[in-house]
């Protein structure tokens, strides 16, 4: 199994960030299909940075520091949303279940209180669907063609 880190995301990871977002699958497979411009980017990324109920994660390859992926949590109440966006390159050779993992555990260290994490994917999203069923979601509901995982986080 491949070995991944995951640190906070810094301004210096905007770059990376911003072109994986805009890659033609990630796109397809987003809430929002349109290409983001950099200007827009720039603006949601430093806000991102200095907001206290998100949480961007950059995983990295342990044996090279490549990026690999970056997983975001919107916290709200007890309540957080994830997503996972995998860097194109690294597509297809088994990060993206390492890189979700540990973005949890950290995620788990950093905000205990929060009771359920939930992944909203678009339903022809198959590769991500079955990602999060592995790591321990449950599928919960489907609406206008998004499903709607959860998992209850334990408890100290």
């Known amino acids: 199994m491949a070995s991944v880190s995951v640190r906070l ?4 990871d905007s770059g990376d960030i911003f072109a994986w977002r805009n890659d033609k699958l990630t796109r397809r497979m987003s809430h929002s299909t349109d290409k ?27 044996n090279d520091g490549s990026k690999a992926g970056v997983v975001r949590f919107d916290t709200e109440s007890d309540e ?27 995620f788990r260290k950093e905000k205990p209180a929060i009771k359920r994490v ?7 999203n198959e590769a991500s669907r079955r990602l999060f069923v592995r790591v321990g979601f449950v599928f919960l509901e489907e609406m206008d063609s998004v499903e709607c995982f959860e998992m209850l986080m334990n408890q100290p």
């Open 118 to 124: 939930k992944a909203e994917i678009k339903s022809l």
């Open 36 to 62: 983001v411009e950099w200007e827009d980017h720039s603006k949601w990324f430093e806000a991102s940075l200095s907001n206290p109920n998100r949480l961007l994660l950059i995983c990295s390859l342990a």
């Open 80 to 106: 957080s949303v994830i997503s996972i966006n995998l860097a194109p390159s690294m597509r297809g050779k088994g990060f993206a279940k390492p890189c979700l993992e540990a973005a949890l555990t950290y």
């Open 9 to 12: 995301a810094n301004i210096s």
